[in-house]
Structures are given as structure tokens and as C-alpha cells.
């Protein structure tokens, strides 16, 4: 069964797509939240827009920011998309808990049709619109600096990474708008998702969002590996890497490796729907077990992509809030390369459940549980980083203590769920939807909202409130336990996912209890919104021109906050671990040095921008079956590629009396600040100058 | 000594022109590990081949019903003598400072390769019109996924040419348009051995077996 | 919470047969065997928080103590004793507790046929040749061997109080040994999404006296109508019945022919690989 062909101008596109029409004809409260959602969009965007105007910042929002290459703007727009996701995804979190809580016998507010799409479009959007976009950001802003770099390997590269994933968050929004996205989850089983079963345009929105966004992270992951292999600074072998580095080290690998399996599986997909193959079709041979093996293969690594950089800021975090070095370093390396390795032997537990036989699911159970040992020792590590140290509690250190606690209970549960009988008991029940938060909240998120106020201070030079930011903290905590826990015991109730009405009484409470956790979680994310403002009102009182506000121990803490656009007016040598501790005890944190160069900086180029636009029509065009746009958006793709390989002059060149001019400027500002002890850290006292200690 | 460090697999140019060599080592190795998650890919085409080829054949068309193995062992030569043309217009972009040396051997890659692709897109329309086409069964999708697949990428390599001929018209023999070409190079191998995993793995197998 | 949880609930922790029952076990074992590990943190960690604050004027500051070979020892050494043990109980278990493996008893088992459809679940009972639809009757104390197919997408099979899961595919057929222990009724469910209707298709399982099923099954093949092609197309429309149905009599073949009507008559799998 073929697509129908259609060269109409629009495509398979009508009026009645657009969501608001679909509000005025069908007016349910379902549909209002729907047209409430799409009104949202649309305001903040024209919101945005004239902001953007009457402030006069679309120069610099052109010139400075969507043409950098810039590793540490590409960074920072990384973050920005995360956070815009985070809102939507929070919201429709929020939104399916409350269905639920209402929902017991009675059919609550939301259509069964809207409630699919929106457990859809939450877990899409957290993993692959916000916390992969949050981890690279994360990885793209301290990585190079944390190594002595200037840059990443290949910074325009960079750039349409980032404009890539930009254009699958697109396209994701604009379903809220135009269309339906898919009801068949982030996983997009098929023949659920064949065309035969899911007709229409959601699934294909699922389509070309991810495989945009997939093949971002995968070029992304060559960017960083070839960086850490070839860009670290002389002297920095890689047993004296922050180990930041070493995790960003395995997620590039993990990226490189993983992501293939994922473009493959949705591509089938695709010709399936498209084209009428037979890849996983109920007839004809089609096999819908190869999907499953296909997407898991990229799914566990996917989560270990999500974590490990997370484990990377919680290393960073708790040495320097214990004012002492990582216990374990060589421990921490060995077990994070395992737990990377082993990633790659797991998969087939998300299927314990398909009928392939007590041999088989035992081999991936065992080689399931080998991962927890690692993980463990890395617990153990970081607890043991605390002890002889002198710890300060804050907000990046609440958080990462909140995970070890947190965490450790999601890996229990990780263990059950790897034992194949129970996991018959309960696969696809709320227990699974508990562990799977259980890991991704306490760990991705609490680790990159721990690293965003880490390396705020440094990337925007002045530091975040903390009393907004402790705040923050409570409500995640709190919020995370209240909607969990109950979902645990639902699971082991009987209670399964993506169910948008409930039968059985007894489910109630629960339910009403996860509902208000939910509303802990989103004013956690509110309190983040709110510091950030307040901090932004009362930058001044909170400067950190000298670049150190937490008395760091890697060289991103060395130079200014925030850092010149080549990072290192010269590049430091290296000659162990801790590298920018080592110096601030020899009393060489601040020397002038002997000798300044040039530094060859790439140019900003529009050709990322460009690709970005293309993508973002070329995977409009492909939902809506809009030939004659396809191809246009195909050729602006390739055909920016290729123009870019005739402009000669891509770089330009600072000069070295430049380069010393600013950078004996800053040395002079550095040695008139006072330095800092740190019980007077969160103070305005702290100009980002730290004391060292004898 | 540094230079002696500075070695990357496959064709170095050091000893001629050191500034490139200079340059060459970070991309070259990136390139290396993009082609690695492009082995990936087609290491994942392999595998859904094989769980397709017989038990998804569903009644229709079976290997020996479709494949032509003399027009495959064609494309073979073909894709075979392409590596070695490329072969003598990387070391032509080593050791002769002209143009016309490695613009003479390129053209004649391209049109081993387009050659590759004409024979290729034959041997697909043949077999639609027996009715061997994708939509038949699971062992046919598969096949034409993993067979196109790898012609789109000699015809992206195809393409990639193009540009590198008219690059070397108008920017001539620069860093950039050496890079370029090395790493065009290493993607005409890579293509090259996957090939010979296809006509093994696909084409003998399947009628042998 | 557990003991809260279990009292009134549908889960695998009010176990009414044995195979939830060693489930069940098997959970409470590896939490058990895990809180080795985790307890020791839980403690550690708000004591090492005290001891070691900014402010302390008990605990030594070492900035740079970062190594102890005793210590690496257990940590390494303690998850992988466990692990080994967890590991062993895994392999044990995973072959007792194969959805596959028949139940050992004294009479054969109760043979039902299970087709998965959008949103219902038909059961078929070859050997009394009737069907039932969003029911299911069994005998209790008597191992039941389901034979599973979907016609529609992936779905998945389960009796929460009975025991585990087991997806359903089309062309496939997938199996599930079950026993209740003691008469009762006990729900059923489809766990894997398949669409507007997911959150409707429940069944209620009864386990009766063998006494009480023969009366039952003479009963529906007395007085209910036909499972024939016409009664099929109605059910395999996709909807949602609004109570449970009943045939007295089963087209030849049904099961099987779901089954081929994928595969084109062609061998079909287990899922586990094998051809049936």
C-alpha cells in the first residue's frame, strides 16, 4: 500500500489541519488545551519577535549568536533549546498526571487521542529535544576549555549539529500547530506505527524530527571525539583530563556508535509508510521484532549518551564543593569506559517480554545487572570525595548529593527490572515509568541543572541567586518523590503506561499524590526561570570578572568570566591532574606571560543557519507530502554544503598585540581583586578571586 | 621529529607538502571516525539482510530467482579497477605538482563508478519488471535498501568528484582541495570494501545457499 | 507502601497462583540481597555530610587523599559478590519462571487459544470448540496453556495476579503457562499501547471447579451462536464492546488461520525463533 501521489501545491495539507480550527469546529475541553498549547507557541514566538525589536537585538542576534561557530555559543543555544523543551515537556507532564488523577472511572478531560499524543510528544521531546540537547551544550561550552582548547575540531560542523536538532525541535512545535504528532510513543513501535495502522501525519512528524536530530548528535559525537583525541593542550595526557573530559570521551564514542541503528530503524520505517516495503509488517515477511532490536540497540546506549556526562558534572561538582580531588580518578576512568563498553551488550532487556527464550534473556539479564557494578563504584567514589574534605552546600552540591540518594534507589529498581521473571511481572507497567524517571530526573536533569549553575558564573560572568536556586532545588526533590513513589507501588498494582482512564478505585490516591508532585516538579522549573531573571536584574552586585568564583581545579576556572572569544590568550602547559589548582598553588594562576601570537579564529557563517532552514522545510515537506519543497530544501542543504567548500577566507586573525592588550588588562583587574574565602562564597564579596589555602 | 609523529593512516603527504601534512592530522582522523559510524550503518543493513533473506521472502522471489551474477561480477571489476584509478590520483596529488596527472585519473574513477551506477540501476529496473520489487516481500526490501544504500553513496562519491574537479579549476592544488580529495579517497575505499562484503555476503551466499 | 499496595490490588504482590507468587519472592530476594549495597550509602552519606562541613571542627582535611587500595577493593569486590549471586538466582529463576515451560502436574493441561484484536481479546478452547470474549474461564488448581497470537499490532498478554507477560504478534505465536491456585476472578489486560482503545481492553478471568467449566462449556455450546466468518468480521472491526461475549461454536482452524493469513500459509515462528 503506496502513499498517494500528490503534486498539489500544499501537499496533503488542508485548513482543517491547523489545531485552532480543529478548536473552533470540535469546541472540547480537549481541544481548548490543545488550542491553548498551539496560542502559547504562537504568542511567545510573536512575544519574542518584538521583544527582539524593541530592543534592537536582531543584529545581534544574527551576527553574534545564530552565524557563530563559536563552541561556546553553540553551547549556550544548545541550553536555550533544552530549556524551551523543558517548558512544553514539563507542561504535558503536569497535564497526563492530572488526566490521571481525575481519570478513574470517568473519562477525564482528555481525548484518548490527545492523551497519545501527548505521552508521545513528552518523551520525544525530553529525550532527544532537551536532555540531548542539554548534555551537548553542556559538553560543546566546557569541554574545549577544560581541555586548553580553543575550539572544538571542527566548529561550522559544530554549528549545524546544533541547527540540526534546532530544526527537529521545530518541526516538533510546529505540530502543535499544523497536524497531529504520532500517539505511538518516543519508542514508535510498529505495525502500530505502519502505515496501515497509523495513517496520517504523525508518525512521520516522529520521522524526520528524530532522524534530523539523530544525525546532529552523530557528527556531533565525531566533533568531540576527534577534539578530545587531537585538540588537548601540551602536556595534558589523558590520565590528567578532567573527568568531565573522560565522560564526554565515552558519550562521543557511545554517539558515534548508537545513533546509526536509530537512522536505520526510522528510515524503514519510513519506506514502510512511504513507499510500502515490508520491513515490519504484520505481512508479506515483514518482522516487527527487528525494530525492537533496532531501536534498542540505539536506545541503551541513548541513556548511557544521557548520563554520562551527568556522572561528568557531578565529578567536577563534588570535588569542588569539597574543596579536594576526585577520589578514585583511575577507578572513575576504568568504570566509565565499562559502563560504555557494556552499554553496547544490554539492549535486549527493554524486551525481555518478546518470546525469545529463558537462554537469551538470562545472557542480557547478567550482562544487565555487570552494568550496576560500575555505576555503583562511581557512587561510592563520589561519596568518598566528600569525605576528608570541607563540603559546601551549594545549589550545585544539593543537587548532586540529592542524586547519589535518588539514583541509587532507580538502580535498585534497575536491578529488579533486569531479572527477566519480573520484568514479565512488570514490563510496561507504572514501575517501568517510575525507574525510567527515577534514573533520568536524579540523574540527567539534577546533573545538568547542577552543571548550568556551575559554569553559569563563568559563561555569563556574574553568579546565579542562590536562595531561588535552593528553592528550585526543594521543589525538585520533594516533587520527584511524591510523583514516583506512588507510581511504583501502581506498578506493582497492576497499573500500566499510557493509559488515559482508569477502572480500579483503589488507584485513586495514588494518582492524586503523583498529580501533586507533578506540581512540584514545574514549579521547580519555575523557581530556575525566576533566579534567572532576578540574577540577570542583579548582575551587577553578583560580578565575577576573575573568572573563579568556586575555587575551581580545571582550566576553564583560569580565565576570565566570561572568557575571551579564543578562551586562552595563551595555551597553558599542563603537568597533571587538577591542572588550574596545581598553578594557583605555585602562584602561577595569574603571571603574565613571556610570550603572545596570533590566534587564527574561525569567521561566523551563515551556512549552518542555512542547512537549519533547509532541514526544517525539508522535514515539513516530507510530512506533508510537498514534492516540490523536498527537493527544494534538499538542494538549499547540499547546495550550501558545497558552496561553502569554495569560500577560501574562513578564518580571521586576532593579533598578538590585541591578544595582549586585553589579556594584561584582565590580569591587572585580577590582581586588584580581594580573594575570597569560601564561607564568604555566596556573597558579593566574591568577585570570582579564590583564596589558597596553605 | 614532530613531523614523524604526525602520521595518519593511509596516503601522508610529509614529505612533499609539510604545511598540509601539518593540517591533515585532526581532520583526517575525524574523517576516519565518520566513516566508522558509516560502517555502522551498513553493518546494520547487513544484519537486517540476513534476518530477512530467507525466512521474509514470503512466497515471492527468492535470490537465485533475481540476482544476475555475471552483470554483479561486473560491477565488481568496475567498483575494483575504481580503487586502483583512485589509488594512482592519490599518489599523483602526492608527488606531481601539476593538475593534469590527477584530473586524468579522477575522470577516470568517475566514469568506472558511473559505470558502477548505470549497471547497477539496470540490474534494479530488470527486476522490477520480473515483479522483484521492494513491496513484494521482506527479502526484497532489505535488499534494495542495503544494495541502494551503497549506490547512493558511490553516487554521493560520484557527486562528491564533481565538485572536487571543478575545486581543482578554480582553487587549484590548495591545503583545503588536497584534504578533500584524501578524504574523498578514503570514502571511494570504504565503498569499495563494503562492496565486497555485498557481492560476498548477498550475491554468492544467496545463490549458493 | 508494599503492604498498603498489596491488599486490595491487582498486582503480581497479591499473587492467586504460584508463578506470581515466585515472582513476587524473587523480588523481595533481590531487594533484600541489593540493600547490601545500598543501605551502607544511606547511611554513609548524611554522616560524611555532618562530618565533613565547611565548618567542622572534627574531620581532617586531605584535599589531596584520593586513593586507598582497601577501599577500592570493596568497592569493586562487594557489587561483584553480588552481582554473582543475584546472577546465579537470575539464571535459575529465568528458566523455572519461562512463560514457555509447562507446569508440572498431574493432568494435562487446560488449552486455550488467545487472538489479540483491536481492542479485545478473543479466547478460544479447542478442546470444547467455544469461544469467549473479554473472559476467560479456567480451572483452578488445573495449569493452563495459552497459545497466543495478535490480529492486529503488537500487543501484550497478561493476569497481573497470576503472573507475568508475553507479547502477541501477527504471524507469531507466543505461549503462557499459568495456574491459579484457588478459584477466584481475576483481571486481565492488554499492556502494550495499540490505540484509542488501550485503556478499555480488560478481561476478567474466572477460575472455577473443573466441575463448574465442564457445565459452563456445555452451557455456551447449548445456547450461545457461532464463531463463523461473519461473527469474526464484526469482532476484528476495531471497537470496544461493551460487555464480555460468548460463541458455542468455533470456525475450524481459526487460530492457525489468523496466524497464516500473515505468513501466506507459509511456516510461521514462535517467537522464539523456532518453527512450529
Known amino acids: 500500500m503506496t502513499v498517494e501521489s500528490s503534486f498539489s501545491l500544499l501537499g496533503t495539507l488542508t485548513p482543517q489541519d491547523i489545531s485552532f480550527v480543529q478548536t473552533f469546529e470540535n469546541p472540547v475541553m480537549s481541544e481548548f488545551i490543545d488550542g491553548a498549547a498551539g496560542s502559547v507557541l504562537v504568542l511567545g514566538m510573536i512575544t519574542v519577535a518584538a521583544l527582539l525589536t524593541y530592543y534592537r537585538g536582531w543584529k545581534t542576534l544574527w551576527f553574534d549568536w545564530l552565524t557563530s561557530v563559536d563552541h561556546k555559543k553553540v553551547g549556550i543555544m544548545y541550553i536555550v533549546v533544552a530549556f524551551v523543551m523543558l517548558a512544553r515537556a514539563i507542561i504535558e507532564g503536569v497535564l497526563m498526571r492530572y488526566q490521571q488523577s481525575i481519570a478513574v472511572n470517568d473519562p477525564g478531560v482528555l481525548t484518548p487521542d490527545h492523551f497519545g499524543q501527548l505521552f508521545s510528544t513528552h518523551g520525544s521531546i525530553m529525550i532527544f529535544f532537551m536532555a540531548m540537547p542539554f548534555i551537548t551544550g553542556m559538553i560543546n561550552y566546557v569541554m574545549p576549555q577544560q581541555l586548553g582548547a580553543r575550539d572544538v575540531s571542527f566548529p561550522l560542523l559544530n554549528a549545524i549539529s546544533l541547527w540540526l536538532t534546532a530544526a527537529g525541535a521545530a518541526l516538533v512545535m510546529i505540530s502543535l500547530v499544523v497536524g497531529k504528532f504520532s500517539t505511538g510513543g518516543w519508542t514508535a513501535y510498529p505495525p502500530y506505527t505502519g502505515i496501515e495502522f497509523s495513517p496520517g501525519e504523525g508518525v512521520d512528524y516522529w520521522i524526520w524530527s528524530i532522524s534530523l536530530t539523530s544525525i546532529g548528535s552523530t557528527l556531533t559525537g565525531v566533533n568531540f571525539a576527534t577534539t578530545i583525541y587531537k585538540n588537548r593542550a601540551p602536556g595534558m595526557t589523558l590520565f590528567r583530563m578532567p573527568l568531565f573530559c573522560w565522560t564526554s570521551l565515552c558519550t562521543s564514542v557511545l554517539m558515534i556508535f548508537a545513533m546509526a541503528p536509530l537512522t536505520i530503524a526510522t528510515l524503514m520505517l519510513a519506506l514502510d509508510r512511504y513507499a510500502g516495503f515490508h520491513f515490519f509488517t504484520n505481512d508479506l515477511g515483514g518482522n516487527m521484532m527487528n525494530y525492537a532490536n533496532l531501536f534498542w540497540l540505539f536506545g541503551h546506549p541513548e541513556v548511557y549518551i544521557l548520563i554520562l556526562p551527568a556522572f561528568g558534572v557531578f565529578s567536577e561538582v563534588i570535588s569542588t564543593f569539597s574543596g579536594k580531588t576526585i577520589y578514585g580518578y583511575k577507578s572513575l576512568v576504568v568504570a566509565t569506559m565499562s559502563i560504555a563498553v557494556l552499554s553496547f551488550t544490554v539492549w535486549l532487556h527493554h524486551f525481555f517480554t518478546m518470546g525469545q527464550g529463558a537462554n537469551v534473556n538470562a545472557i542480557f539479564g547478567i550482562a544487565t545487572m555487570l552494568i550496576g557494578v560500575p555505576t555503583g563504584v562511581k557512587v561510592y567514589d563520589w561519596l568518598l570525595t566528600m569525605v576528608r574534605g570541607r563540603i559546601r552546600l551549594t545549589t550545585a552540591m544539593l543537587f548532586s548529593i540529592m542524586f547519589l540518594v535518588t539514583f541509587v534507589i532507580g538502580g535498585l529498581t534497575g536491578v529488579i527490572l533486569a531479572n527477566p521473571p519480573v520484568d514479565f511481572a512488570v514490563h510496561n507497567s507504572l514501575f517501568l515509568v517510575a525507574h525510567f524517571h527515577n534514573m533520568v530526573i536524579p540523574g540527567v536533569l539534577f546533573g545538568m541543572i547542577a552543571g548550568y549553575q556551575f559554569w553559569f558564573p563563568k559563561a555569563f560572568g556574574f553568579r546565579l541567586a542562590e536562595g531561588w536556586g535552593k528553592a528550585s532545588f526543594w521543589c525538585w526533590s520533594i516533587g520527584f518523590y511524591l510523583t514516583f513513589m506512588p507510581l511504583y507501588a501502581l506498578g506493582l498494582m497492576g497499573a500500566m503506561r499510557r493509559t488515559v482512564e482508569w477502572f480500579r478505585p483503589e488507584y485513586l490516591g495514588w494518582l492524586q499524590v503523583a498529580f501533586v508532585g507533578a506540581l512540584l516538579l514545574f514549579s521547580g522549573f519555575i523557581f530556575l526561570c525566576v533566579q534567572l531573571v532576578v540574577s540577570v536584574r542583579q548582575r551587577d552586585q553578583r560580578r565575577v570578572p576573575a573568572g573563579d568564583p568556586w575555587d575551581g581545579r580545571s582550566l576553564e576556572w583560569s580565565n576570565s568570566a566570561p572568557p575571551p572569544e579564543y578562551n586562552f590568550a595563551v595555551i597553558p602547559e599542563v603537568s597533571g591532574q587538577d591542572a588550574f589548582t596545581r598553578l594557583k598553588e605555585q602562584g602561577k594562576a595569574y603571571a603574565s606571560p613571556t610570550a603572545y601570537e596570533d590566534i587564527v579564529v574561525p569567521k561566523n557563517s551563515i551556512v549552518a543557519p542555512v542547512i537549519g532552514v533547509g532541514a526544517i522545510a525539508l522535514g515539513f515537506a516530507l510530512v506533508w507530502h510537498i514534492w516540490w519543497l523536498v527537493a527544494l530544501g534538499f538542494v538549499t542543504i547540499w547546495g550550501a554544503v558545497i558552496a561553502r567548500s569554495f569560500v577560501t577566507e574562513t578564518e580571521r586573525v586576532i593579533p598578538a598585540s590585541e591578544v595582549r592588550a586585553d589579556h594584561e588588562a584582565w590580569l591587572q583587574q585580577v590582581r586588584e581583586c580581594a580573594t575570597t574565602p569560601r564561607e564568604q562564597e555566596d556573597t558579593s564579596a566574591n568577585v570570582g578571586r579564590a583564596e589558597v589555602l596553605a | ?209 | 507502601m508494599l503492604s498498603v499496595a498489596a491488599t486490595a490490588s491487582n498486582g503480581f504482590i497479591n499473587p492467586a497462583g504460584p508463578i506470581a507468587e515466585a515472582l513476587r519472592d524473587h523480588l523481595i530476594f533481590i531487594v533484600m540481597v541489593m540493600a547490601v549495597v545500598i543501605v551502607p550509602l544511606f547511611i554513609a552519606l548524611p554522616w560524611t555530610l555532618w562530618r565533613y562541613r565547611l565548618r567542622t571542627k572534627s574531620g581532617s582535611y586531605q584535599p589531596n587523599w584520593e586513593f586507598s587500595w582497601p577501599l577500592e577493593i570493596l568497592i569493586w569486590g562487594l557489587p561483584a559478590v553480588i552481582v554473582v549471586v543475584l546472577g546465579w538466582n537470575l539464571w535459575h529463576q529465568s528458566y523455572e519462571l519461562d512463560p514457555y515451560k509447562p507446569l508440572a502436574a498431574a493432568e494435562a493441561p487446560l488449552e486455550i487459544q488467545a487472538i489479540a484484536l483491536d481492542w479485545k481479546w478473543v479466547f478460544i478452547y479447542p478442546d470444547q470448540n467455544i469461544a469467549s470474549v473479554n473472559e476467560v474461564m479456567i480451572v483452578a488448581g488445573r495449569p493452563v496453556r495459552f497459545r497466543l497470537t495478535s490480529g492486529t499490532v503488537m500487543q501484550s498478554f497478561m493476569i497481573p495476579r497470576l503472573g507475568g507477560q508475553i507479547y502477541t504478534m501477527a504471524g507469531m505465536e507466543t505461549q503462557m503457562n499459568l495456574l491459579a491456585s484457588e478459584p477466584g476472578q481475576f483481571r486481565g489486560l492488554n499492556t502494550q499501547y495499540n490505540g484509542m482503545g488501550f485503556a478499555n481492553q480488560k478481561f476478567i478471568t474466572h477460575a472455577v471447579s473443573q466441575a463448574d467449566f465442564d457445565a459452563w462449556a456445555t452451557k455456551m455450546s447449548d445456547s450461545k451462536p457461532p464463531l463463523n466468518q461473519a461473527a469474526w468480521a464484526l469482532l476484528a472491526k476495531p471497537s470496544v464492546l461493551p460487555a464480555p461475549q460468548s460463541f458455542g461454536s468455533v470456525a475450524e482452524g481459526l487460530f492457525t488461520g489468523v496466524i497464516a493469513g500473515f505468513t501466506g500459509g507459509h511456516p510461521h515462528m514462535k517467537a522464539d525463533g523456532t518453527d512450529l
Open chain 2, 1 to 209: 621529529m614532530k613531523r614523524q609523529s604526525l602520521l595518519h593512516p593511509g596516503l601522508n603527504l610529509g614529505s612533499t607538502d609539510e604545511y598540509s601534512h601539518d593540517e591533515a592530522e585532526p581532520v583526517i582522523f575525524g574523517f576516519w571516525v565518520f566513516l566508522m559510524a558509516d560502517l555502522v550503518l551498513f553493518a546494520i543493513l547487513f544484519a537486517t539482510y540476513a534476518s530477512m533473506s530467507v525466512q521474509g521472502q514470503a512466497g515471492g522471489p527468492s535470490p537465485t530467482d533475481v540476482f544476475d551474477l555475471p552483470s554483479a561480477f561486473i560491477e565488481t571489476m568496475l567498483l575494483l579497477s575504481s580503487s586502483i584509478t583512485f589509488g594512482m590520483a592519490s599518489l599523483a596529488l602526492k608527488y606531481k605538482a601539476d593538475r593534469l596527472h590527477l584530473v586524468f585519473w579522477l575522470v577516470l574513477t568517475f566514469c568506472l563508478g558511473a559505470g558502477f551506477v548505470g549497471m547497477e540501476v539496470r540490474d534494479f529496473w530488470i527486476m522490477t519488471q520480473q515483479g522483484a520489487v521492494p513491496q513484494r516481500s521482506g527479502f526484497l526490501s532489505a535488499f534494495y535498501m542495503l544494495v541502494a544504500t551503497h549506490g547512493i553513496h558511490v553516487t554521493a562519491g560520484l557527486c562528491w568528484m564533481i565538485v572536487m574537479l571543478v575545486q581543482l579549476l578554480v582553487l587549484g592544488r590548495t591545503t583545503e582541495v588536497k584534504l578533500r580529495l584524501m578524504r574523498l579517497a578514503l570514502f571511494w575505499h570504504m565503498l569499495d570494501i563494503v562492496w565486497v562484503c555485498i557481492f560476498t555476503f548477498v550475491y554468492l551466499f544467496g545463490v549458493a545457499l
